[in-house]
Structures are given as structure tokens and as C-alpha cells.
């Protein structure tokens, strides 16, 4: 891959206006015809994207593509570029997620988290499964995915489309393979569906499935479907209601608490008080989807505020930024935040 702007030195040609915002063009050259195709996604959606995010116009020709705007937004586009010409390269794909997660990391450059200053590092954090790589998308994510590796237990609360959970059980399958953790135990409060787990039909796997669904769904994704059944099988993998955990003593396992803002403070003080030697423990859930009955406490909201000071417990805050699905969905939990926002101001005014 080159760079080049009217000559082979791969530099940035200002046009002849003046200002520090003057517009500039560049042009990027791939190597790889087919790869460069799918760099740019099928009819140039990827171009698109890139395009509507970073205020740049991007012109594909074969495998060249212009870029015109301004210096910071052509610098960026050609690092997203790059970065993702490079991820094609060493065999990976590419896909609207990692389009949107090589955006925002450029954006997030010099930005300041709770772990570390985001332009120390080349890139996101990246865990390394025996199936598939898992990259942070985000700035909140890369933060989450430090918190993990560094952290016995990690409280992960947002809005939905965040990936709490998903690299959740990328990091406790982690933990797995390497032989880290003796086993998997995933857990769940079942509240959503508004019935009692003994009225649903089925063994005690049967009756959780619908409850934990999207865990299952990121267990699969990320591990073979075989070895998934057989740890299910042999007990390496446990699925147990959250209600079935008092009395236990969780030791060499990787925990995760999913939907952790439907656990009453009871419920989540026994949670927390399972953890043994040698485990690791991941918290997740939404705030505000609560559906606990009207003035019950969530127990998420009261250990995020108990644990706060508390050495060797991490707490990493989602926002709408984080959301890695379709690009509305960010949009859409920005409109409900500014609703709430603006009720809680309403009724801070007629106190």
C-alpha cells in the first residue's frame, strides 16, 4: 500500500487556500485489488460510513481512493484506511463494526479514560481466542477490556448494543483456554419474562435457556459449537439461575452476572460474596432497564455506588458512544437519555 497526492512521496497536498483548515486531498493506492474491494464494502458502504463520520468525501477508483476534506478528517480517514487494509491483510475480515471501531479510534486520540491516555497505544485492545480475535470498537470498550485483564472483578453497566456482554464471555473464554480458570459459570436474575422459573417446562438448562440467550449466542460466536456442547456437557461451561447461587463458594472459575440491574440488593450482595480463590467475576447490566417491581432497589445501581473506593474492583461506564450496532441504535439511546434528563429537570423544578 502507498499514499500519494499528485506525486510518490505519500504526503498531504494542501490546496492553495489559505488557513489552517484549508482543504486537502490525498489518494491511497492498495496493493491488493481484491482486498482493497473489500476494504471499501460492497457498492462502498464502508466509503460511505467513513465518509458520513469523519466529514471527508471518499472517491474509490480500482483500488485508489481519494480523499478530500479537511487536514484532520483526511489524516483520520487514512488511518482508518490503513489500519484496516492491515487487518485484511493478516487474514481477518472486515466488517461495519470494524469500520465504525477504526473511526472511533481515531477520534478518541488524545482523549483521557480511567485507565490510560487512548493515544499511548496503537490501537484498541484485541483478546486472542483460539477461534477468532475479539477487538474493542470503542474508547469505553478498549477501557472495559483493560479492566478485565487487570481486575478480579469488573462492573460493566451501559445502554444495550454496548458489547457488555459479549466480551464478557470473550474474556472468561479467555481465561479458559489459557487454562486460567478451571470452568465457566454464567448467571442471570429471571425476572424479564414476568413468571416463575417452576412454571416453565423442562429441566433446569430448559428453563434458563430463554433467560440467557444472548449469552449463548456470544458463547457460540466465539468458541467452536463443539467444544461449547461438550463443556456444557461435562459441567466446564454452568448455566445457573442467579437465584441458586447462595450458599456457594465460586473457586479457579471466570463468573459472569448479565442483566445485573434486575438483581435485588440482597440478591446481588450474594453474588458478590460467591467470589473464591483464584476466580474472576464480571458484572453487567443497564441501568436503566430496570424491571424490578416499582421501589425496589436494583442492586447493580447499589454496589456501583458501595464499591466505588474499593482496590481491585473496576467500574467501566458505557454512554451512547459505545453502541457497536446499527448506527441508529446510538441515536436512538441519545434521544431516551435527553428524555430522561429532561423529566429529572422537570421534577427538580416543582420541588
Given at each position: ?188 436474575p429471571a425476572v424479564e419474562a414476568g413468571e416463575r422459573l417452576g412454571f416453565l417446562p423442562g429441566d433446569m438448562r430448559e428453563k434458563v435457556d ?142
Amino acid at each position: 500500500m502507498r499514499s500519494r497526492a499528485g506525486n510518490d512521496r505519500g504526503l498531504i497536498a494542501a490546496t492553495p487556500l489559505l488557513g489552517v483548515d484549508a482543504p486537502v486531498e490525498t489518494v491511497l493506492a492498495f496493493d491488493d485489488n481484491k482486498l482493497a474491494s473489500a476494504l471499501f464494502g460492497q457498492y462502498g458502504q464502508n466509503l460511505a460510513l467513513i465518509e458520513r463520520r469523519l466529514g471527508v468525501v471518499a472517491d474509490s477508483r480500482g483500488n485508489h481512493v481519494m480523499l478530500a476534506g479537511s487536514r484532520d478528517g483526511c489524516e483520520q480517514a487514512r488511518a482508518v484506511l490503513e489500519g484496516l487494509y492491515d487487518q485484511l491483510k493478516r487474514g481477518g475480515e472486515v466488517v461495519q463494526g470494524d469500520v465504525e471501531g477504526a473511526i472511533r479510534l481515531a477520534i478518541a486520540q488524545g482523549s483521557l479514560f480511567d485507565f490510560e491516555r487512548a493515544d499511548a497505544r496503537a490501537s484498541f485492545e484485541e483478546i486472542n481466542l483460539r477461534k477468532r480475535p475479539v477487538r474493542a470498537r470503542t474508547a469505553g470498550q478498549d477501557a472495559y477490556m483493560r479492566a478485565l485483564k487487570r481486575h478480579a472483578l469488573v462492573l460493566g453497566t451501559g445502554p444495550a448494543g454496548t458489547g457488555k456482554t459479549w466480551l464478557a464471555v470473550a474474556s472468561a473464554i479467555a481465561c479458559f483456554e489459557r487454562k486460567e480458570v478451571d470452568r465457566i459459570v454464567l448467571s442471570r436474575p429471571a425476572v424479564e419474562a414476568g413468571e416463575r422459573l417452576g412454571f416453565l417446562p423442562g429441566d433446569m438448562r430448559e428453563k434458563v435457556d430463554p433467560y440467557l440467550r444472548p449469552i449463548y449466542d456470544a458463547l457460540f460466536d466465539l468458541m467452536d459449537a463443539r467444544i461449547v456442547e461438550r463443556a456444557l456437557q461435562s459441567g466446564e461451561i454452568e448455566i445457573a439461575p442467579l437465584a441458586f447461587m447462595r450458599g456457594r463458594t465460586l473457586s479457579n472459575a471466570a463468573i459472569i452476572l448479565d442483566e445485573a440491574q434486575n438483581a435485588t440488593s440482597m440478591q446481588m450482595k450474594m453474588f458478590l460474596t460467591r467470589l473464591g480463590e483464584n476466580a474472576r467475576m464480571i458484572v453487567t447490566g443497564d441501568p436503566s432497564q430496570v424491571d424490578l417491581p416499582r421501589g425496589q432497589t436494583s442492586g447493580l445501581a447499589e454496589a456501583v455506588r458501595l464499591l466505588a473506593d474499593i482496590d481491585g474492583i473496576a467500574h467501566v461506564s458505557f454512554t451512547h458512544d459505545d453502541v457497536v450496532r446499527h448506527e441508529l441504535v446510538s441515536r436512538i439511546v441519545a434521544a431516551y437519555d435527553r428524555a430522561d434528563a429532561a423529566a429529572a429537570d422537570r421534577r427538580e423544578d416543582r420541588k
